[in-house]
C-alpha cells in the first residue's frame, strides 16, 4: 500500500489525502512548488517526480470492523 506523507519534504507544506502531491519510486513527496523548482526529479535517487494517486479516505475509514483493527496493528 501506498504511503500517503503529510507533508513535503523540502519545505514541510501540509499535504492531505486529496491534495495534490508527486511522488518518486522511493515514495519521496514534494508539493507542486518544489516539484517544479526539482524540474521533476526527485533529489535523493534522480527519480521522475508523478502525480501522487488521490486518496479521499484513509483506508481505516472504509474497512470493516475486525479488518481495521489488523490494519491499524501493520500500519504503526
Do not use: W
Not at 522511493?26 to 512548488?33: A, G, I, Q, S
Amino acid at each position: 500500500m501506498l504511503k500517503m506523507k503529510a507533508s513535503c519534504e523540502r519545505c514541510s507544506a501540509p499535504l492531505g489525502l486529496s491534495d495534490h502531491a508527486y511522488i518518486c519510486s522511493y515514495e519521496c513527496t514534494f508539493c507542486p512548488d518544489c516539484t517544479a523548482a526539482l524540474k521533476e526529479e526527485c533529489p535523493n535517487c534522480q527519480g521522475n517526480l508523478v502525480l501522487r494517486p488521490l486518496r479521499r479516505t484513509s483506508p481505516t475509514e472504509v474497512a470493516r470492523p475486525g479488518f481495521k483493527a489488523k490494519l491499524e496493528a501493520i500500519l504503526r
